[in-house]
């Protein structure tokens, strides 16, 4: 049976490194065009971009999609997704994928996993990705947000630093060019399937210690004893646009398409 959900974009026309982030042209299109499309041929019931500006609105909607105007105040992405919920009227159990407006890559195969994991433990109210990270030079970046994940596969800790700690390896000066041959190393994947009521859940919470400490969101939750479900990505999910780099990047294989 296919897995029903709805998927809601934030996308917030500010962006520090890259202004205007989601109205850049990628291969004569928007970006959050091109996220748009990714997200719809997942299989989602519906999807809806929720944005902080007009402009982002009125380029979506102008080429058939749906995208809300929401407040101008959210702390976070997640709040931006809650009202578009609350707006929809979507009740507790209906599944919600928080896509980022800056995915013009993510594989729909990912995001329909994202619902399915959640489908397949009732009792849970979130659910997110990994995959293997295999060289040292990810592993040591902090941008690069790791995780630790138990046998059942639920997340028990996300972190910048490079954990778990090969305390023999890692001090070493050498440490850049080593090659990490076990899976035992993960990347986060920022994508987050939630049930409206543990979105509502978490939008709810103050921020943690360990949230404030990190600078990750997702930590909130596990302070508050929420279990997330961690799949490993059955498609590789490349990086996002954070800078004119990556545009520039997505620009090359998009337009090569």
């Known amino acids: 049976m296919d ?16 202004p205007a982030k989601p109205l850049a042209d990628i ?7 091109h996220v748009v499309r990714q997200a719809l041929a997942s299989g989602a019931r519906e999807v809806v971009v929720a944005t902080d500006d007009v402009r982002v609105q009125r380029a979506v909607v102008e080429r058939g999609f749906d995208a809300v105007l929401t407040r101008t105040d959210h702390q976070s992405g997640s709040d931006r997704v809650m009202e578009v919920v609350s707006a929809k009227g979507w009740p507790s159990e209906h599944i919600v994928i928080n896509v980022q407006g800056d995915e013009p890559l993510i594989p729909p195969a990912v995001i ?11 009792s849970l109210l979130v659910a997110t990705l990994c995959e293997a990270i295999d060289d040292a030079t990810k592993l040591f970046d902090p941008n690069v947000v790791k995780l630790v994940r138990d ?23 050498a440490r850049d060019n080593l090659t990490l041959t076990q899976r035992a ?17 978490f ?5 943690g210690v360990l ?37 520039e990047r997505v620009r090359a294989l998009l337009g090569s398409r």
């Open 112 to 122: 329909r996993q994202v619902a399915q994991l959640l489908i397949d433990a009732p």
């Open 27 to 33: 291969a004569g299109l928007p970006m959050i065009v």
């Open 203 to 207: 939008c709810a919470l103050p921020a």
């Open 185 to 201: 190393w993960w990347r986060h994947i920022g994508i987050y399937g939630y049930r409206v009521a543990g979105l509502a859940r």
């Open 3 to 18: 897995p029903i959900f709805s998927v809601v974009i934030p996308a917030r026309y500010a962006s520090t490194r890259l």
């Open 151 to 173: 046998v059942a596969g639920r997340a028990r800790y996300f972190s910048r630093a490079p954990i778990p700690w090969r305390r023999d390896d890692f001090a070493r000066p």
């Open 211 to 247: 949230e404030q400490i990190e600078s990750l969101e997702q930590l909130r939750l596990l302070e508050n004893a929420i279990e997330i479900a961690v799949g490993e990505a059955v498609a590789e999910v490349p990086g996002g646009v954070d800078t004119p780099a990556d545009l």
